[in-house]
């Protein structure tokens, strides 16, 4: 009975009742305290790397790398640059299980000089069985796979990264942004607009931006506690906190005004015309008598001529200079 006292009874015991302070600071220190061990596991580890699988009883068994490579001496040489390999050197090359770690317990393939039908080819199998497959030792980085829009659009690992034939980083088919435009056309063309964000010219990068191994966020987006965090890590002068706040800015977040691709318009403005923009939200007050000659129009001189710190200000409520 005593054994299953569960460890949370213990901890409601260990600290006395009316001191929910004390509680907090300790379960902050005990979740710190795991966080950071599991941070520190995963630093060291990466992925997960297996212990050798155990051979299941009337099937093929495990028969190591160096059998595999006395018949595909190609692919076995070039394997040893290979990210995959350290999972052999982790454990201290003994197992030499790389290569089945992925195709499978291969002695009923070597048996049959290479047959083909007993040996698992990731090439002609289902996105589903080679997703899966990979994730088994991937999940912990990329816990969110399966609810992407990639993976529900059968879009797997291997339509992006090449095991064995990738020259990128990360092993990928082709770099960025070029692997990405073979299928989002529709993107290429608005990072061709006379303003974007330099993703062609190699500054900024699809995945500064999204993963596309899945968030919690719409489109792929990164994951962060305050969104507009993915476009403040960049461009910190923007970020606040400001003692006089463009309530917009941290509500609505960036893209109510800017697009975040490219866009027709300076400064990637989601509008040709500032005013038009501002008026959005401002109309009211900005034809108002406080602007005397009609300032508020859409051909009169810019808002943004005079309400200069437009993201928010230090010194001035109406973010003027
Ligand atoms: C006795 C020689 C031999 C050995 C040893 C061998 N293979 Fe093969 N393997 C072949 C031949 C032959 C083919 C067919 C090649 C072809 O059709 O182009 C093949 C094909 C394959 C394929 C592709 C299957 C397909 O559907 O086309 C994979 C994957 C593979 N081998 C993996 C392995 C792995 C992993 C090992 C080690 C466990 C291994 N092989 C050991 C001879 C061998
Ligand atoms: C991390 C998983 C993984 C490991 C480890 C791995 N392979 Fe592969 N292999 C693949 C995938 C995926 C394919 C399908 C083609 C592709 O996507 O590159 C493949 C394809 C192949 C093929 C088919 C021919 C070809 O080039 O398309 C052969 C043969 C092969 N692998 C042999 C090996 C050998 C030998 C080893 C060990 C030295 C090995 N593989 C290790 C994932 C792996
Ligand atoms: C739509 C393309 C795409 C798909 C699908 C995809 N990846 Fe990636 N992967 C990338 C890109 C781009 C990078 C490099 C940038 C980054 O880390 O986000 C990357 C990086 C990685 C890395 C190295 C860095 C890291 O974050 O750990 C691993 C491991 C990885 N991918 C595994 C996988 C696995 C496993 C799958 C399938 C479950 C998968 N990828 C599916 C594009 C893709
Ligand atoms: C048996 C476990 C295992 C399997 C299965 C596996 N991987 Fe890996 N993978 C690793 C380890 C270990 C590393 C190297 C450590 C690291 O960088 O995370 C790695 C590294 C990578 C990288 C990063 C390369 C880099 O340059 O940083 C990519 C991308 C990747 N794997 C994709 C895949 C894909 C796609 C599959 C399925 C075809 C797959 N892996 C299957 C364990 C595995
Ligand atoms: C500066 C950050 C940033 C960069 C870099 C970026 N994106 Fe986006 N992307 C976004 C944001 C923010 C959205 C969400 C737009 C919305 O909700 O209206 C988005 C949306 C998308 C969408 C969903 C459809 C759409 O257009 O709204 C796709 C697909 C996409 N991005 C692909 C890409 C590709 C491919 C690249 C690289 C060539 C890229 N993105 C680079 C921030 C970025
Ligand atoms: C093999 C084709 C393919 C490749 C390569 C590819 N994607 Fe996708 N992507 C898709 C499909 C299909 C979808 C789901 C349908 C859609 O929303 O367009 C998708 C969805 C997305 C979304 C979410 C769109 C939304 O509306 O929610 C983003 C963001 C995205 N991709 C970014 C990228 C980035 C960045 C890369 C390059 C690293 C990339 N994709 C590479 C095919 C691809
Ligand atoms: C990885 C860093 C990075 C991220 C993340 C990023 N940007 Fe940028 N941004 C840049 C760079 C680099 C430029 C080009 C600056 C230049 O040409 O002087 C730029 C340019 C801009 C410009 C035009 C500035 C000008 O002077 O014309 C705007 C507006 C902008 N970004 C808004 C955003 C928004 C909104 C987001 C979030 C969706 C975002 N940025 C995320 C790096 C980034
Ligand atoms: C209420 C509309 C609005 C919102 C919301 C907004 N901006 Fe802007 N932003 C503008 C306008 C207007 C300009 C052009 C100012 C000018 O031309 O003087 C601008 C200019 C910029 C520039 C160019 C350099 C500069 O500082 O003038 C960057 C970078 C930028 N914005 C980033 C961001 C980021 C990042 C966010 C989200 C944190 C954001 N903006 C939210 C309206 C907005
Ligand atoms: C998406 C809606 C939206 C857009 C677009 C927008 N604003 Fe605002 N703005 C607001 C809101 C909400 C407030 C806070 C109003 C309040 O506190 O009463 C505000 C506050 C202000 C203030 C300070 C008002 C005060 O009471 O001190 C000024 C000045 C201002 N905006 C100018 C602009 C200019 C110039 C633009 C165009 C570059 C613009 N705004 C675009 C929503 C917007
Ligand atoms: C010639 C300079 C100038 C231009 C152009 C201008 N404003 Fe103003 N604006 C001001 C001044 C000055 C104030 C008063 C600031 C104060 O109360 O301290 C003000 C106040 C405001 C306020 C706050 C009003 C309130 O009731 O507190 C808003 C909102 C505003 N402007 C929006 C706009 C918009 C939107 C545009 C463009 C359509 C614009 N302004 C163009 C100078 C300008």
New binding site residues.
Partial sequence: MHTDRPVTQWFKGAVPRKQPGLRVFLMVLLGAGVLSATALAAAQQ?????DAPATPPGHAEFVGSDTCATCHAEVAKSFATN??T??AL?HGNANGVTCE??HGAGSEHVAGGGDVTKIFD?AKASVKD?DT??L???AGAHPNFDRSPHAKANVG??SC?S?HGSKE???LKASQPTLCFQCHADQKAQFGMPFHHPVNEGTVKCSDCHDVHGTFQNSNLKSTADQSMICTKCHTDVRGPFVYEHAPVKAEGCLACHSPHGSQNARMLNMPNVNVLCNQCHSAVASGTIHGQGQGSSDSVPCTSCHTYIHGSNMNAAFLR
């Fill in positions: 990466g992925a997960k790397a297996p990210p995959h350290k999972m982790m770690n992925c990731p080679v497959k990979c088994s030792c991937h690992c291997t990264h095991i980083e990360a092993l």
